[in-house]
Structure formats: structure tokens, C-alpha cells
């Protein structure tokens, strides 16, 4: 019954949609001044800080920049600092800031801004969080430096202020104390586009912040020269794949995000749409181990033993797009592992029956729950119902909107397992999964003393030995299922001019012809 409802439902979305955008197409005819990239939902905040949704980074980033981001080898480089110096002891790291850099509302930014965009990042990002652990002290040295003051030396400082995901983006500090313990509403930042409106369910307009202030050093990757060469961004909501791919063969998006994989090939051969394969992302089945049935390990076990992951990945496309894998980081990192493979894709349903008996299972249902806003997840989910159904398992998918979704997943009471899509990373430390607060919360002292271990270690092969530890730690936990690894496919009008087709995606440097 829920597929039927929802084959209705996207089926009328997408008469709606297509009606839409064929009968506005004008609207957003293309022209140098305004570049337009669909994507596959509403964020549900801009507020950087506060989480690591996709969307909310794609958009926000910007407008909102950070003290160090990466280059195009993952470098972390700086953007909003001068640079940085480390104390021989490892515990005192000096940064300086740029001078001359102003705020969308005409402040300079200070150190005054950083310290109180730092301090609150420490709270309300779960990678902030694991820095502040080991944070001494922060104060502003002067109006142009920061001190950072650490209990012990850690080895990704540096790499901590330079992510994206829940990352420290820098704010005025009045913006910090209007908010409080709420999430910033005033999207107010430093970058080449300026936030000027957020037409609810539509789109959101960003425009070229004139008084930028680039940084002195050529483009590449995430960091370097940043130029606004649209005068106006806009991020058109489309939840409807088919309305995406349609948007751009029509000319009415220049760029579409989140396309789906099978449709690589037909555009091979088009020369008016330019195909681009992304970074991997890696796909996970997220046990509740805060509330419920798999509160139980032995349960969680029964489950991780009867997923078959060959049967899944096929939702991605063909063999090209997705592949089998047990590390939780990417093979295109220094941090690739096998470590508790063998509890990798079991596939094993007697296996599973045996270990279901052993918790005690007794047919209780358990709850999946699922977005209508994600075609794959929502497929991933299906087949894993399936699958599990197959086992023994009574397996209830609980399917709702975006909105409805969002506000049931942080609440550990409304679920026991839901689906996880995770963006490239080049370090583990970046791993939104290892925080206790992430969905899921994995509370563990055995992860919080290897971790420590982990951030802490000199050498190269020390650091690694213990990365292989907390690896098999996800396993012998189930602390989430991997599913696999599968390729990001994203398509542009063929006008489209300067797209770096880095893991995450972002418009300036990029221009829009006729």
C-alpha cells in the first residue's frame, strides 16, 4: 500500500511539476547574469553550524566561508586566515586573519566574529565538539589573530577548521548573540555571494556580493581566487528526478544536481548536456541504538547478517556506478580498510534466523523509516524490507515527506532503522557517524579511547593500526550496515563554463553563456 500511495503521489508531483516548469520556462530563460542549479529538495536551515546536510552546505557555502578550506588535492589551505604558526609543544596554534575582508552587511570581520563563530561551532557541530575536547582556550590576540590554546597535541586541527560538513563558518559575532541556542535565521557571511531571499518551497536567490574580497592566490579546488561571475545564483527546489533532467535538455536549469546514474549514457553523445561523475558516497542501513528493538546488539547482528549488498547496489545504475566494499572510508583515501570485513555482506538469512533467536525476537515490527524526497534511498529501503521480510523480520516502512522525515529522525523514540547517504571525505576524523550525537547514537567508551588514541598519535603507522581498530569496532558494534559505495551523476547545459566537479559542488568561478 505504500508503494501504490507513493507511485500516486509522484506521479501527480510530476504532472504538476512539469506543468510548471514548461508554462514559467520563460522565467528562467537563460542569460550571463543568472546561473540556476536545481536541486532535490529545500534545506531545512542554512545555518552551517548546525548540521551536515548536503543541501544546507551546497547552498550556504557561498555565502558563508571558513578560516582553511581545502585545495584540489585536499590540502587543507588557507582562505579566510593568513596562515598559522604551531607552538614546538604542538599545544598552542597562532592564526592570523585576513585584514580588508567585510561581512554582506559592510562590517570588517575580526577576530572578535571568529572567536565567536568558533565558540559557538564548538557547541553545536559535532565536529566541532570532538575539537573542543581538547581546547584549552580561544581569545583574540589583537584584532587580526587567534590563539588556540589545546590540553594536549592533536594531529587535525587545521583539518577541522577547513571542513564543510557542520563546518566553522565564520559569522558576525552580533549574529552569534542575537541567535542564542537557536539556529541562525540571518544569512550573513563573507563570501563572493550574498543571501537576498528564500522563497519558501521554491528556490532560494543569492547575488554577487560586490566589496568581495578574494584571496591572492590562484583557484584550485575549494580554495584560491573566488569570483562571483553570475550576478545572481539561484537554487530551484525539484523534487521530481524526471523535472531535473527535463529542466536542463530544455535550457530552464543550467545545471541539475543528484541525476540518477542510469542516464550517464544518453548524454554521451548530446551536445547540449554536459554529464559529470562525481566523488563516491557511500550508502549505510542505521541501526537506533538509543531506543527499541535494536538496542540489542545480538538483534543488530541478525540484521547485519541477512543483508545481501549485491542485491541493493543495483539501484545506482550499472556495474560502473556502484561497488563492493566493507572499508567506512573511500578507497581514493589514505584510509581504505578491511578491518571486520568478514561481517561485511554476509547474505547469510540462516545466520540471521539463528542470531534473531538468540536476542529473543519475537515478530515485533521494525520500524524503517524513509524519505519520498530520495528515489535511491527509497529503493535502497524497499529491497531491504525484502530482504529482510525474506529472513523472518517483520519489517513495517514508514514513508514521509522531507518535512515529516526531518522532524521524526533526530527523535530516537519514531524509528529503529533509517537510511544514510554519506559524501566523500578525505579523513576519518570527518566522519559525522563516529560523533555519539549523530543519528543513531553510538555511545561507546571502547570508540571514545581509541579515538582518543587515534587523534593523539605521532606516526603515520600508529595512526593507521588505530584507524583499523575503530573500523572493526563498526563491525563488531553495528554501528551501521554498509551497503556500498556508488557515484554522484550530475548533467549542465552545455553553456555552462568553469564547473570544477569537485565532492562538493559550488558555482563561483563558473560562468553561463547563451
Known amino acids: 500500500m505504500q508503494t501504490l500511495n507513493r507511485s500516486r503521489f509522484v506521479r501527480r508531483l510530476l504532472q504538476i511539476s512539469l506543468f510548471f516548469f514548461v508554462s514559467v520556462g520563460a522565467a528562467f530563460a537563460q542569460s550571463g547574469d543568472t546561473l540556476i542549479v536545481a536541486i532535490k529538495a529545500q534545506p531545512p536551515t542554512l545555518d552551517m553550524h548546525a548540521t551536515t546536510n548536503n543541501l544546507v552546505r551546497n547552498v550556504a557555502m557561498h555565502v558563508n566561508e571558513g578560516l ?79 590563539v588556540v590554546t589545546l590540553n594536549e597535541p592533536v594531529n ?145 547482528r541478525a540484521v547485519q547478517a541477512a543483508v545481501c549488498v549485491e542485491d541493493i547496489l543495483p539501484v545506482y545504475g550499472g556495474e560502473d556506478f556502484w561497488r563492493v566494499d566493507p572499508s567506512v572510508t573511500w578507497q581514493e583515501t589514505a584510509w581504505w580498510s578491511d578491518a571486520g570485513s568478514e561481517l561485511y555482506n554476509v547474505c547469510d538469512a540462516a545466520r540471521a534466523q539463528e542470531l534473531a533467536q538468540e536476542s529473543g525476537y519475537d515478530g515485533e515490527a521494525i520500524r524503517l523509516a524513509v524519505s519520498t524526497g530520495d528515489d535511491s534511498k527509497f529503493n535502497v529501503a524497499l529491497i531491504l524490507e525484502q530482504q529482510l ?78 584507524w583499523d581498530q575503530i573500523q572493526g569496532l563498526y563491525y563488531d558494534d553495528v554501528v551501521v550496515i554498509k551497503i556500498g559505495d556508488y557515484f554522484e551523476h550530475h548533467i549542465a547545459s552545455s553553456g555552462l563554463q568553469g564547473y570544477a566537479n569537485m565532492p562538493e559542488p559550488f558555482f563561483w568561478n563558473v560562468s553561463v553563456g547563451e
Open 68 to 146: 582553511f578550506t581545502f585545495d584540489a588535492d585536499f590540502n587543507p589551505t588557507p582562505m579566510l586566515a593568513t596562515g598559522f604558526e604551531r607552538s614546538d609543544d604542538g599545544l598552542i596554534y597562532t592564526i592570523g586573519l585576513r585584514e580588508g575582508v567585510t561581512f554582506h552587511n559592510g562590517k570588517g570581520m575580526t577576530s572578535e566574529d571568529v572567536v565567536a563563530s568558533l565558540n559557538r561551532w564548538m557547541v553545536r557541530s559535532s565536529f566541532g565538539r570532538t575539537l573542543a575536547r581538547f581546547v584549552e582556550s580561544l581569545e583574540a590576540d589583537g584584532p587580526y589573530e587567534i
Open 156 to 300: 587535525f586541527v587545521i583539518t577541522a577548521f577547513a571542513t564543510f560538513r557542520a563546518g566553522p563558518a565564520i559569522y558576525p559575532s552580533e549574529v552569534i548573540e542575537r541567535t542564542g541556542d537557536e539556529r541562525i535565521t540571518e544569512i550573513i557571511g563573507t563570501g563572493p555571494y550574498r543571501f537576498v531571499e528564500w522563497a519558501e518551497g521554491q528556490e532560494i536567490v543569492l547575488e554577487r556580493y560586490e566589496d568581495y574580497q578574494p584571496v591572492d592566490m590562484a583557484a584550485s579546488g575549494y580554495a584560491g581566487r573566488r569570483e562571483a561571475l553570475a550576478q545572481t545564483l539561484k537554487f530551484i527546489f525539484v523534487p521530481e528526478l524526471s523535472v531535473r533532467r527535463v529542466g536542463v535538455e530544455a535550457g530552464d536549469f543550467h545545471m541539475a544536481l543528484d541525476i540518477d546514474p542510469e542516464s550517464f549514457d544518453s548524454y554521451i553523445d548530446n551536445p547540449d548536456v554536459q554529464s559529470f561523475l562525481g566523488a563516491p558516497r557511500m550508502t549505510t542501513f542505521i541501526p537506533n541504538k538509543s531506543q527499541g528493538i535494536m538496542t540489542d546488539i545480538t538483534m543488530r
Open 389 to 466: 521480510e525474506a529472513t523472518g523480520f517483520n519489517v513495517e516502512v514508514e514513508v514521509r515527506d522531507d518535512a515529516a522525515h526531518g522532524a521524526i529522525i533526530d527523535d530516537p523514540s519514531m524509528w529503529d532503522f533509517a537510511i544514510s547517504e554519506h559524501t566523500y571525505r578525505t579523513h576519518p576524523i570527518l566522519h559525522s557517524h563516529l560523533q555519539a550525537t549523530w543519528t543513531g547514537w553510538w555511545e561507546s567508551a571502547e570508540r571514545d579511547r581509541l579515538l582518543s588514541e587515534f587523534l593523539v598519535a605521532g606516526s603515520e603507522e600508529e595512526t593507521h593500526a588505530i
